[in-house]
């Protein structure tokens, strides 16, 4: 059974940090893409980050660029996403996703995890 479980959210000031983490099971870690994505209720989930098998292609949504850092540690089977200089508008429920590749496509991704709520405070 794939299981992928997001942590690390919670309620921070703005221009805080949080960094998420996003550990999964059941699936072969090293070989797959880890994406990042989020949503407010009302509107569509919006991919934030993603970092394909091996590194080779990192990309960031424009709003999240310089502030946020995705990465993994495939021996801990955990991706991570540091958020730095964080503003109310970052405040999703957030969500790790895995499958083969980095889709532009979200329903593309097969195994979702279950979200995380990270909050920001004006």
């Known amino acids: 059974e794939v299981q992928l479980v997001e942590s690390g959210g919670g309620l921070v000031q703005a221009g805080g940090s949080l960094t998420l983490s996003c550990a999964a099971s059941?699936?072969?870690?090293?070989?797959?893409?880890i994406g990042w994505f989020r949503q407010v209720p009302g509107k569509e989930r919006e991919g934030v980050s993603c970092?394909?098998?091996?590194?080779?292609?990192?990309y960031y949504a424009d709003s999240v660029k310089g502030r946020f850092t995705i990465s993994r540690d495939n021996a801990k089977n955990t991706a991570y996403l540091q958020m730095n200089s964080l503003k109310p508008e970052d405040t999703a429920v957030y969500y790790c996703?895995?499958?083969?590749?980095?889709?532009?496509?979200?329903?593309?991704?097969?195994?979702w995890g279950q979200g995380t709520q990270v909050t920001v405070s004006s």
């Open positions: 059941g699936i072969d870690f090293a070989d797959s893409a």
């Open positions: 970092l394909s098998n091996y590194q080779s292609t990192i």
């Open positions: 996703a895995a499958d083969t590749q980095c889709w532009a496509e979200i329903d593309l991704y097969d195994y």
